[in-house]
């Protein structure tokens, strides 16, 4: 496995990935993968929809990722083509999830955004913005601990949802922190003031005189 830590490999989607990781288990159908997905409650973090599925299974197969084995028919419903991974395939598998958990990659989340931004608000205003996203992360944290609750008691092991108990963590430290910084605002001890202070000022008009 070291060794693949020092190859890079293309970036891949999410999807193409729970892809690949599912037919590591046993070949199938696209329906069956879907349904795989949404079972094991994976479309809380990969965005899942038959369009973008199949059209990742041609680009997979393309690769030469996966291959198609057997064509499947039952009654009046559609043909169904049965897939598998290549030994391609599942080195590109574990080298991607190598990196996945040993490099910290850059992310653009959109929360970050707003808070960038967040000054062009009145303080009142950001304030009950950020009171309304704690309770929407409350929601959402005893949503993903009623699903952890019920997939333990189908018998799933601690490692199978190690996904979900992260997300679970990372939610609750984020929503202790936002109702930090809407109380450091409430209470008027967060600046609402954006800028250069006089000092750094004084610098960028040195080194911008000094530029002509």
């Known amino acids: 496995m070291s060794n693949m830590?020092?190859?890079?490999?293309?970036?891949?989607?999410?999807?193409?990935?729970?892809?690949?990781?599912?037919?590591?288990?046993?070949?199938?159908?696209?329906?069956?993968?879907?349904a795989t997905m949404r079972d094991r409650h994976q479309d809380m973090f990969i965005r899942l929809n038959f369009g973008t599925l199949y059209h990742t299974v041609d680009v997979l197969e393309r690769d030469g990722w996966i291959v198609s084995i057997e064509r499947e028919k039952e009654g009046r419903r559609p043909e169904r083509t049965i897939y598998k991974l290549t030994e391609s395939g599942r080195e590109v598998m574990l080298r991607w999830l190598s990196q996945l958990l040993a490099r910290p990659m850059r992310e653009y989340p959109h929360f970050v955004a707003g808070l960038m931004f967040m000054h062009h608000l009145s303080a009142d205003e950001a304030a009950r913005n950020l009171q309304e996203r704690t309770g929407s992360i409350d929601a959402q944290i005893i949503k993903l601990t009623h699903v952890l609750g019920e997939l333990r008691a189908r018998g799933l092991t601690r490692l199978s949802l190690i996904e979900v108990e992260h997300k679970i963590a990372m939610l609750e430290a984020e929503r202790n922190w936002v109702r930090k910084l809407e109380k450091e605002i409430t209470e008027a001890k967060l600046e609402w003031v954006v800028g250069i202070d006089t000092g750094d000022e004084k610098l960028r008009r040195k080194h911008g005189a000094s530029a002509n």
């Open 5 to 34: 830590l020092g190859e890079q490999v293309a970036e891949i989607s999410p999807l193409a990935l729970s892809i690949l990781t599912l037919l590591d288990e046993r070949p199938m159908h696209p329906y069956e993968m879907a």
